[in-house]
């Protein structure tokens, strides 16, 4: 998905590529089609360019969302991309994305390319475990996610955030994609660990960050001439998994000593029964806390920045957003206020839309399958690309155009299914999504009511795939306090 350099076009299997030039937009309703041994349509890359490149500044001028864009154009909702004796296929039609993530979802796992970049870290965790035990892990983790056991977090969620910009000075550029990542590893980590730890969340967030940084490194790099010129990264990488081990294990043998629930996540993971009555093991706990670590936070942190950057772009937005936080005066607002607030989950919305935080979702068939009229072998790499979707004039009219309208009551009813999956969907939805809008909701609030933020004059803004879909580069922004 990440391939460097793409030059040529494959052959197009004729009919279905014809259809898809004819009709370039991917529709949602999928047609159905005898069952057939044909590979879907798509660019072909020669292995060797893709690693030349791999090192190489074409890397750096790539960019792979405008190229997902652009062959889901050419080609439609179901593509592949292939490279020597491997195939990537990128599924942008709603219709399809329903039949991998819901109606047949267990002819599917997470493809292989999730458990190599982070499988180190994650373990057997929710993130990248499997049928039963996926499962019996997720029905045991599941009631720490209610709305009822979350709603006791916003006041955490809002004051880390006012302990964010109490150290922002009027006036001061700062680099806002880093200051949205510290805050949500903050808010994560207080909101897992209770209180306890809040004097190691930047040490934690430190370690975190270089473990990313391997990972969407390797997410970015497949070869293995990678690890083989970057060994101090993975010396690095190494180390860092080691020290966080053993902080989680400190963290859990600390909560051990305590029989009452706490009320933080970690808590109630360690109090969780499954039907037999059993608890989590040491070992599953600790994966449990590493993905929740990991997916709780820099998805969120990119939602807050995406939204921050369009409001920075657009007056009349930041003026809605400013009549519907007035009410407040001074205070700070609250989980109760977030019913008067409409406005702001619409910002959410549309900033995930244009900039979904997860590029998408992986899979694999378990068997060669069906799909779309075309044969997709057992254990290739599905790629679903949410940028695609919600970029798909079809789906959403003048793509490019921020609008938060479209998520209005009156609107957003409209919105065809599986057209707008921020968190994925089917039995593998994000856990954390309510966490998520009430996180960054209750941030975006808060700083909007302190400061207004204006894009440096120097910043230019590119959007990167990887993990997540982030400022390349990070975001300089100016910060000046408003006047109470
Ligand atoms: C804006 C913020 C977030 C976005 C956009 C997001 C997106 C996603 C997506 C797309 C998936 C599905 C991946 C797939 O099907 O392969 C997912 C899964 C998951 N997310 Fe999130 N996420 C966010 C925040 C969070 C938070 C705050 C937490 C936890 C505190 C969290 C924990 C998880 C976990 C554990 C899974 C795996 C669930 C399972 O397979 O059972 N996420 N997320």
Redesign the pocket.
């Known amino acids: 998905m990440t391939s460097p350099e793409l030059k040529q076009a494959a052959p197009l299997p004729k009919g279905d590529a014809q259809a898809s030039l004819d009709h370039p937009v991917p529709t949602p309703v999928s047609v159905t089609r005898p069952a057939t041994a044909k590979r879907p349509p798509g660019p072909v890359v020669p292995a060797f360019t893709q690693v030349l490149t791999a090192l190489s500044p074409v890397r750096i001028a790539f960019d792979s969302l405008k190229y997902i864009l652009e062959n889901a154009r050419i080609y439609g909702g179901l593509y592949g991309i292939y490279s020597g004796d491997t195939a990537t296929y990128v599924v942008s039609d709603p219709a399809l994305v329903h039949e991998i993530?819901v109606e047949r979802h267990s002819e599917f796992h997470?493809a292989q390319m999730?458990r190599t970049s982070v499988g180190a870290l994650l373990g057997n965790?929710?993130?990248t475990?499997e049928d039963g035990f996926?499962r019996r892990?997720?029905k045991l983790?599941q009631p720490a996610?209610h709305y009822g056991r979350i709603s006791s977090y916003a006041q955490t969620m809002v004051q880390s955030t006012r302990d964010l910009i109490h150290d922002w000075q009027d006036g001061q550029t700062r680099d806002i994609a880093h200051d949205m990542m510290t805050l949500?590893l903050d808010i994560?980590t207080r909101?897992?660990f209770g209180t306890t730890v809040k004097q190691q969340a930047g040490y934690i967030g430190r370690l975190m960050y270089v473990v990313l940084e391997a990972a969407n490194d390797r997410l970015n790099n497949y070869y293995p001439i990678w690890d083989k010129l970057f060994k101090h990264k993975q010396r690095q990488e190494h180390a860092a998994i080691r020290e966080l081990t053993g902080i989680v294990d400190d963290i859990i043998t600390e909560h051990r000593q305590h029989t009452e629930d706490n009320g933080d996540?970690l808590s109630m993971l360690m109090a969780a029964r499954d039907d037999d009555g059993q608890p989590m093991s040491e070992q599953q706990l600790r994966d449990?806390v590493m993905?929740?670590f990991l997916?709780?936070?820099e998805?969120?942190a990119?939602?807050l920045v995406w939204a921050l950057y369009f409001v920075s772009q657009n007056t009349t937005v930041e003026d809605r957003l400013m009549r519907e936080i007035a009410p407040l005066g001074n205070r700070s607002p609250a989980l109760q206020d977030l019913a008067q607030m409409p406005y702001g989950e619409r910002v959410?919305k549309e900033a995930?839309r244009l900039y979904?935080?997860?590029a998408?979702?992986?899979?694999e068939p378990l068997h060669d399958i069906q799909l779309g009229g075309y044969l997709l072998p057992k254990g290739s790499n599905i790629a679903?690309s949410?940028y695609a979707i919600h970029h798909n004039p079809t789906l959403f009219p003048d793509p490019e155009r921020f609008d938060p309208e479209r998520f209005s009551p009156e609107n957003e009813p409209d919105i065809p299914k599986y057209a707008y999956?921020?968190?994925?969907?089917?039995?593998?939805?994000?856990?954390?999504?309510t966490?998520?809008?009430m996180?960054?909701r209750l941030a975006l609030a808060t700083i909007v009511q302190g400061y207004t933020l204006t894009l440096a004059p120097t910043q230019s803004v590119r959007a990167e795939q990887l993990f997540?879909i982030r400022p390349k580069g990070g975001l300089k922004m100016i910060v000046r306090r408003r006047a109470s």
């Not at 998408?360 to 899979?363: I, K, V």
């Not at 999956?421 to 999504?433: Q, T, V, Y």
């Open positions: 993530l997470k999730l965790g929710l993130l475990s996926w892990q997720r983790a996610f949500t994560v909101t897992l996540l449990e993905t929740l997916a709780g936070h998805t969120t990119n939602a959410i995930m979904p935080p997860a998408g979702a992986t899979r679903i949410s999956l921020p968190f994925g969907g089917g039995p593998r939805i994000c856990i954390g999504n966490f998520a809008m996180e960054a997540t």
